[in-house]
């Protein structure tokens, strides 16, 4: 599944530091503060080079704006565009946020560790998401899409805080249907209109039954989120080695340099975002 | 490793040969402080006369020679139609002269993040290469505590290293630049007496340090006293300034920021120095700050430093030159501090 690393040290020097040109070819409104970004690298050959695996981020940059970190929440194998999520929360987030198709802006990357997919082969997987959180799981869900006979049951179970809130919602129903993945969504308030369960997405727990020695985990949201579900999914018989979670830091350069995502020998952006939970439990100040 | 000696007038034609053709960088007294003592720093030399080669400490270390305050990593032209990056990272070659060993060893410690990393760093990699660094003894101050460090000798990094042995510099030849640079001008072949004289000056040097701090247990200390109301103590007096880290030799947190023209056809992508121990250091999106307090983010100062690196690299990042504790405002000292930690401060 994973390419050897490149050895050229002269390519890392010049592909690190150079962006790919990109165009913006849809910005699609998900709900009040999120958009859905469908970008493509300009020249064909980078494009076609360009591969990632489910959990990576890239740097996106708009030049004289700044340039953030963002995952990945297209499957792996779209050569056409890469799809970010991205809220409307700063500067460069809320410029973006401006922008229409046809903008050009540079991405670099995909930096960091990914979801390790092949070794989840043979088991269920449980992908829980809070919020924004299901951005990164896009990838790793496309992935279990397209190899649906690898894995056994795949259960999705989502909490947001309002029905208007929830992300790729329309995409729910495909999923359920097509690829048969089992998807359970809470929100913690709604109006009488919600037909769905309030809560906080701990709560669902009860509506699924979880096999520990047969299962891995997925885990992305709010930090207070992480420590709670785990924690939970620990006290099942989970073992911890097979719960991943997805941090996030504010990386500036993405290459383990300028130690914003540092907490000992760690590197968020080297070592992460990907990691799991043993190693989030030795790891100060992680969640 | 050759070694060769050079009287102390031939060093000066030397240096004074270099100078015509080459930007040559050396420690300068700049100003005096209230107690009237000099107060160094690396810059650049306009003639031998201004070269102070029995400097203290300069005020800042000479890594900004190599990571700059401030750098520009690409320039972007804005046309309507879209942008042109242009990334730009060829120096001139230059000479850095009189940098003591725990800077070479603080060189040599940048040199494991920023060149033999997953992600070489080109900017580093280019000032790093096209500088020449000739290295000079000193005798230990008060507070250095570089020994416990291991970095009080350099033993590579360097081009050329000198010890003042009275009359003449014995010299250790580190590369062929240094050995070409030596060659043009006199130098001779080192004799029994000078070795048995750098032997001595070597020995002086060894028994001169008066501070001490013991490491060895402090990676493990730094996660059995992590909850340690040590932190809280010191944390409490730190005024998030960041001045350690701007001179410090070896921290090299960044940031970038990125600039447009007024014009609107133009743009620039800067990197400037950061400090760990800013308010903003771990703020994500949304607002969410990971170390909201400054006792947290000294915590993880110290924690990158002597239990991070050593856990990579297999040495802690300080190199013992105590400049953060002379230029910390509220007198935080990295002795102190570990110190306190491990229990031998005296309270």
């Known amino acids: ?63 004289g704006c700044g340039e953030i970190p963002i995952s990945i929440s297209s499957s792996t194998s779209n050569k056409e565009f890469l799809a970010l999520c991205i809220r409307n929360v700063g500067k460069v987030t809320g410029m973006l946020h401006r922008l229409k198709a046809g903008a050009i802006v540079g991405i670099r990357g995909p930096f960091g560790t990914h979801f390790p997919m092949e070794k989840m082969t043979g088991y269920n997987v449980l992908l829980m998401a809070g919020g924004l959180g299901i951005a990164p799981l896009r990838a790793p869900i496309y992935w279990a899409n397209n190899h649906r006979s690898d894995y056994k049951d795949i259960i999705i179970l989502y909490g947001a805080k309002e029905p208007e809130q929830i992300l790729f919602g329309y995409q729910f129903e495909e999923w359920r249907t097509i690829y048969n993945l089992n998807i359970l969504t809470i929100v913690q308030k709604a109006d009488k209109r919600w037909p769905g369960r309030k809560g906080i997405i701990t709560d669902l727990f009860g509506d699924i039954h979880i096999e520990p020695d047969n299962t891995f985990a997925i885990v992305c949201g709010p930090p207070v989120m992480f420590k709670f579900v785990c924690a939970h999914l620990s006290t099942l018989g989970l073992p911890r080695q097979r719960m991943f979670v997805s941090l996030e ?30 190693t989030v439990m030795n790891l100060k100040e992680a969640i | 490793m050759l070694f060769k000696t050079i009287t102390k007038e031939n060093f000066r034609n030397m240096i004074e040969g270099i100078m015509e053709n080459n930007e040559v960088i050396g420690p300068k007294s700049r100003d005096r402080d209230t107690k009237g003592a000099k107060i160094y720093r690396f810059l650049k030399l306009n003639s031998f006369d201004e070269l102070e080669m029995d400097y203290t400490r300069s005020y800042s270390s000479p890594k900004n020679y190599f990571l700059p305050f401030k750098e520009d990593l690409a320039t972007y032209d804005l046309r309507d139609t879209g942008w042109e990056q242009e990334i730009r990272y060829t120096i001139h070659p230059r000479i850095i002269v009189g940098m003591r060993a725990c800077d070479i060893n603080a060189l040599l410690k940048l040199d494991q993040v920023m060149l033999k990393s997953q992600y070489p760093n080109p900017y580093y990699s280019a000032r790093r290469r096209n500088t020449v660094i000739i290295g000079l003894d000193h005798e230990p101050l008060e507070d250095c505590f570089c020994r416990s460090m291991n970095t009080d000798t350099a033993f590579h990094g360097f081009d050329l290293f000198m010890t003042d042995i009275g009359e003449k510099y014995f ?28 032997k001595e000056v070597r020995g002086r040097i060894e028994s001169k340090f008066k501070t001490q701090v013991d490491i060895t247990i402090v990676p493990e200390l730094m996660d059995l006293e992590f909850e340690s109301d040590v932190w809280k103590r010191w944390g409490d007096k730190c005024l998030s300034c960041g001045s ?20 609107f056809d133009k743009a620039t992508k800067r ?40 856990e990579a690299f297999n040495q802690s990042l300080c190199v013992g030159c105590n ?11 990295p002795k102190a501090v570990i110190d306190d930690l491990i229990g031998t401060e005296k309270r």
């Not at chain 1, 150079?18 to 009040?32: H, Q, V």
């Not at chain 1, 830091?249 to 990691?275: A, E, I, Q, W």
């Open chain 2, 244 to 263: 350690c880290a701007m001179v410090c030799p070896t921290c090299y947190c960044y940031g970038i920021e990125e600039d447009i023209d007024l014009n």
């Open chain 2, 171 to 198: 010299v250790a030849i580190n590369s062929d630049t240094g050995y070409m640079i030596l060659n043009r001008f006199d130098s001779c072949e080192v004799g029994e007496e000078d070795q048995l004289l750098y």
């Open chain 1, 249 to 278: 830091r504010r990386m500036h350069c993405g290459m383990g340099k300028c130690c914003r995502c540092n907490v000992g020998s760690t590197f968020t952006c080297l070592d992460g975002p990907v990691f799991d939970y043993w």
């Open chain 1, 1 to 63: 599944m994973s390419k050897p690393p490149d050895f050229n040290r002269q390519t890392i020097l010049m592909q690190s530091e150079r962006g790919f040109k990109s165009e913006i070819i849809a910005a699609i409104p998900l709900t009040a503060k999120e958009k859905l970004f469908h970008i493509r690298i300009c020249d064909p050959c980078e494009r076609e080079n360009f591969t990632f695996l489910p959990g990576q981020f890239i740097m996106i940059e708009l030049p």
């Open chain 2, 271 to 310: 990197r400037f120095l950061y400090s760990c121990n800013l308010l903003d250091f771990a703020t994500v999106a949304g607002g969410h700050n990971f170390r909201p307090e400054a006792h947290i983010r000294l915590k993880y100062r110290y924690y990158h430093q002597f239990r991070g690196f050593v």
């Open chain 2, 323 to 333: 400049r953060c504790g002379k230029a910390c405002l509220a007198g935080i000292s």
